[in-house]
């Protein structure tokens, strides 16, 4: 079945370093999404990804999606605090049920 | 205003005991689903609903029921409750089931058994 694997799992960083995750699946995707999940909290929307080879940037955030849209990456610049928790990237194939298959998520610690 | 809401938040139970989780939302939103996260934080589909219709069912113990009296919402009854059904339980909807749009949460219900 499809899969997307995502790592790290987790990643510690200094407050003003950078952080990166990486996410992988094993088809061709449509569209991948991105989910930021606080602690205690749920999952909430970041951003969308449709086109090979798009980058989007949000502030000190940005996110890639592959050429081939089987991959993607989402790269923090100079982390800070209000960063932390878990990255989920979401893949989407195209169909008519809305099915998101999500990556295991990378957790981010940032210490001050 | 809540955009997707669950009840209850936090649910302790014995094992063997049946119990539900509701979940709705004034998103006027045609698509529901309901996603357990396990203790690893592993997000997994279980349902979704399109307008009241089933169209994703994924291998879940025939234990776990849904409901979907309405568009707004999507209730999920479990009988003779495990250990291993400990987890969070996510409600989210989404404008529609074409998997291209935006997916909204709820806080999520807190499932222990014990």
């Known amino acids: 079945g499809q899969q997307v694997m995502q790592i790290p799992q987790y990643q510690h960083v200094q407050e003003g370093e950078d952080f990166t995750t990486y996410c992988n699946s094993s088809?061709?995707?449509?569209?991948i999404q991105w989910y930021k999940q606080r602690p205690g909290g749920h999952p909430v929307f970041l951003i969308q990804?449709?086109?090979?080879?798009e980058v989007k940037k949000q502030k000190r955030l940005t996110f890639q999606f592959g050429e081939a849209k089987k991959n993607s990456s989402l790269h923090i610049t100079a982390t800070q605090t209000t960063d932390v928790g878990t990255y989920f990237c979401?893949?989407?194939?195209?169909?008519?049920?809305?099915?998101?298959?999500f990556g295991q998520g990378t957790t981010l610690q940032v210490k001050p | 205003d809540t955009a997707v809401s669950q009840t209850p938040k936090y649910l302790v139970t014995q094992m063997g005991n049946d119990k539900s989780i509701k979940c709705e939302q004034n998103l006027g939103h045609d698509t529901m689903y309901w996603y357990k996260q396990d203790s690893k934080k592993f997000l997994k589909i279980m349902f979704s609903y399109n307008n009241k219709e089933l169209i994703i069912n994924e291998t879940v113990p025939n234990r776990f029921s849904p409901k979907s009296p309405d568009k707004a919402h999507l209730n999920l009854h479990i009988n003779s409750l495990e250990l291993g059904d400990s987890a969070v339980y996510f409600c989210?909807?989404?404008?529609?089931?074409?998997?291209?749009?935006?997916?909204?949460f709820g806080p999520g219900t807190r499932l222990l058994v014990l």
């Open positions: 990804l449709v086109k090979s080879g």
């Open positions: 989210a909807s989404s404008q529609d089931s074409r998997g291209l749009e935006t997916q909204y």
């Open positions: 088809t061709t995707l449509s569209n």
């Open positions: 979401a893949g989407g194939r195209s169909s008519n049920t809305g099915k998101l298959i």
